[in-house]
């Protein structure tokens, strides 16, 4: 055991794990995130939290974890180098860790040019790589960037993010072998639509025993409407959707399209499982908290288990 | 080299507004190639500066001229006594021009005319994009002489990122991803393996980061007295 998080344990029993996604407010309203965590809490191992999501400024991910370690739930918080340099950086995820947060999703952030202050300084220090190694170093070595030690070390399972959807395409799975090498202990990948081309991805992973060496999680979105289809089709960077997929949300009857989109994302689930190396799900409904525990149920992953 | 811009004509007429006697100072190396603070430039300018105070009802004597470098003393001292005649210098020099001249004679009012954008080079007649940020710390030999520190917009030294699409960047479809075009070089070159090794964090302190810096050379430095 690394860090003896509730994802941990669930991927060391073998289980297929089901993750879920929490949006902290634009407010300092922590019944927000009490509540989004209470209609997930049954139906998910594991809550990542967005840091600053798409650039917007909202409450922050380690203080939201921290509500979430307060509900005896296992938050991953995210972590990215858009808005700390490294001293900021290595003092959150001390910080973090102190306040029992135990797995980190280290990634490099939106670009600031997406969010609500466009003007802002980007820092971008280091890069999600050196951020993995950085949490790995501090967890295993004992060690800050700078080489100094720590008083003590630090225990976090270490997340990284791959996006299969993105190019050159014959990059991504060295790219997710050198996340791997750089401290990687699970892998969530960007919302899978297009699965003929994830297909092909696990299949270089598999070839390279990289899922054994990592949990891979499958990034599953599930569409609200054609217009949510359309916008992350169109405008959100790195997700692509086939165009099939498009019309059959719009060949369907417009009341029924919530329910479609629904459908499409159990059947990916239900694909992705048969897929060799894949670990399990992350399923990335912000916004749309409610509908989670109803995917998971009819995906046949559910109850959770208890560990 | 340097890459300027003309700062809008309504800015410029604001800062202008409290002075009579005006000088549009060109400078002719960088922002000339640039198409940006040349004489030409410095001439149009001026003009319309002129034809602005004139429909305002509030007439100045506007003068164009240029010299070499603004950016140093010996081309400065050349016009120094003439510049003194101005209640106000508009510099079409980059910020490195307008300050030289505020330091080497602080009684000069000097303004700024441009934004100075950044290290560059024409891409064509009429685009000009940016390939270096003077990081004091190059690493063109690692990426195949494509800056990743520039060119890409989170400056990632383990790329490309996710957000890379169709060989362009997250942040816009008219950005080339740095780290799409690294790559593609590497493969030509039959050197992918490299990109698999961890470089590890930039020390900025080479950068602007380590405060604002001086180069000192003592091995072409003039002694006082020889």
């Not at chain 1, 902290?24 to 989004?36: C, E």
């Not at chain 1, 959150?92 to 300084?121: R, T, V, W, Y």
Request: hydrophobic share 35%; proline share 4%.
């Amino acid at each position: 055991m690394i860090a003896g998080s509730n994802l941990e344990k669930v991927i060391n029993s073998g289980e297929f794990v089901v993750t879920g996604e929490l949006g902290p407010p634009k407010s300092a309203d922590g019944d927000f995130i009490r509540h989004h965590a209470e209609m997930l809490q049954n139906h998910v191992d594991a809550f990542n939290i967005t840091d600053n999501q798409t650039a917007i400024v909202r409450t922050s991910s380690i203080a939201c974890g921290n509500i979430l370690v307060q509900m005896g739930l296992d938050p991953i918080v995210q972590m990215t180098v858009r808005d700390r340099n490294r001293i900021a950086i290595q003092s959150d995820i001390l910080g973090a860790s102190a306040l029992g947060i135990k797995n980190m999703l280290c990634l490099s952030g939106d670009h600031q040019n997406f969010g609500n202050e466009p003007g802002s300084k980007g820092v971008y220090d280091i890069d999600s790589m050196q951020l993995i190694k950085a949490v790995k170093d501090m967890r295993d070595e004992n060690k800050f960037i700078g080489g100094e030690e720590l008083e003590a070390p630090v225990s976090l399972f270490i997340g990284a993010v791959e996006n299969p959807f993105a190019d050159p395409f014959d990059y991504r799975v060295d790219r997710l072998e050198k996340k791997i090498n750089a401290g990687a202990n699970f892998i969530q990948t960007q919302g899978i639509f297009d699965l003929e081309r994830f297909r092909e991805w696990m299949k270089r992973v598999v070839d390279r025993g990289l899922h054994e060496k990592a949990t891979i999680l499958a990034g599953i979105i599930p569409m609200k409407s054609l217009g949510a289809a359309r916008y992350m089709k169109n405008n959100v960077a790195g997700i692509t959707i086939p165009d099939e997929m498009v019309d059959r949300l719009k060949g369907t009857e417009k009341d029924k399209r919530k329910e479609e989109g629904l459908n499409i994302c159990i059947e990916t689930i239900q694909q992705c499982q048969e897929i060799e190396g894949v670990g399990g799900v992350h399923v990335m409904a912000v916004a749309w908290e409610e509908v989670v525990p109803d995917i998971v149920e009819r995906a046949g992953l559910y109850p959770r288990p208890s560990l | 080299m340097i890459v300027a811009e003309r700062k809008p004509l309504s800015e410029i007429m604001e800062i202008l507004a409290p002075y009579q006697n005006i000088c549009v100072l060109g400078c002719g190396t960088c922002v000339t190639v640039c198409l940006a603070g040349g004489q030409k430039e410095a001439e149009e300018t001026a003009s319309a500066i002129s034809i602005h105070r004139k429909q305002e009802g509030k007439d100045a004597n506007v003068e164009a001229f240029t010299i070499e470098r603004q950016c140093e003393y010996e081309y400065v001292d050349e016009v120094l006594e003439r510049l003194k005649g101005y209640d106000a210098i508009l510099s079409l020099a980059c910020g490195v021009g307008v300050q030289t001249m505020v330091t080497h004679e602080p009684e000069l009012m000097v303004f700024p005319g441009l934004n100075t954008q950044f290290f560059g080079y024409p891409l064509e007649q009429g685009v000009w994009t940016e390939n270096c940020l003077g990081c004091g710390n190059c690493v063109l030999h690692l990426t195949q002489g494509i800056c990743p520190i520039t060119r890409c917009s989170k400056s990632i030294l383990n790329g490309p990122c996710g957000g890379s699409q169709d060989g362009k960047c997250e942040i816009s479809t008219d950005v080339d991803c740095a780290w799409h075009l690294i790559h593609e070089r590497l493969e030509k070159m039959n050197k992918l393996s490299t990109l698999q090794e961890i470089q590890p964090p930039k020390d900025w302190s080479t950068s602007h980061h380590g405060g604002p810096r001086t180069i000192v050379r003592e091995d072409v430095r003039i002694d006082s007295g020889e």
